[in-house]
T-cell receptor
């Protein structure tokens, strides 16, 4: 049972354009969502998060949108840069003392072409 | 801030041997998590600790796996005996409110 799904295994974008990575979830108890970036041979690096009380959170070039009714979140990267090429994971948590108990999606490989 | 430190970074061992993976969380973080990444299952939680106490070990695959956190600055994940299907990358993570930090992982190969 895949509670967090990233349906696009890969995404290719031109430098300077917008990258949109999508994530769907099924568990209504999830109330905290995170995006991680992962380079080969490294651990996941935290990018941005959003609580279920919000529908948008921005941090520089990264914006996360949350649509609770659709159980959908997306990560926008504007403008995309070649250094953004990596695997992006969305993750969800039910919060409280299980805050760090993350359920991860399968990841989307983002390639940004110069 | 040194981040979450894991050792060894790479381990190749023979089936049946004991494997011990180590983690030093970020100072001041009171929760620590062990995750495993495989091609088939992606990133999955094995066990986590709050204030050195194991809270949820439902992700530990078998009795061959055990984890300890004797103090706030150290945790181990032990596999005994190891099997080829345990080959994976094992990540340790520690949290403070709002952010979860991962170590660089321990790459385990059991032959």
């Amino acid at each position: 049972d895949q509670q967090v799904k990233q349906n696009s295994p890969s995404l290719s974008v031109q430098e300077g354009r917008i990258s949109i990575l999508n994530c769907d979830y099924t568990n209504s108890m999830f109330d905290y969502f995170l995006w991680y970036k992962k380079y080969p041979a490294e651990g996941p690096t935290f990018l941005i998060s959003i609580s279920s009380i919000k529908d948008k959170n921005e941090d520089g070039r990264f914006t996360v949108f949350l649509n609770k009714s659709a159980k959908h979140l997306s990560l926008h990267i504007v403008p995309s840069q070649p250094g953004d090429s990596a695997v992006y994971f969305c993750a969800a948590s039910a919060g409280g003392t299980s805050y760090g108990k993350l359920t991860f999606g399968q990841g989307t490989i983002l390639t940004v072409h110069p | 801030d040194a981040g979450v430190i894991q050792s060894p970074r790479h381990e190749v061992t023979e089936m049946g041997q004991e494997v011990t993976l180590r983690c030093k969380p970020i100072s001041g973080h009171n929760s620590l998590f062990w995750y495993r990444q495989t091609m088939m299952r992606g990133l999955e939680l094995l066990i986590y600790f709050n204030n050195n106490v194991p809270i949820d070990d439902s992700g530990m695959p078998e009795d061959r796996f055990s984890a300890k956190m004797p103090n706030a600055s150290f945790s181990t994940l032990k596999i005994q005996p190891s099997e080829p299907r345990d080959s994976a990358v094992y990540f340790c993570a520690s949290i403070r409110p709002g952010t979860i930090y991962f170590g660089e992982g321990s790459w385990l190969t059991v032959v």
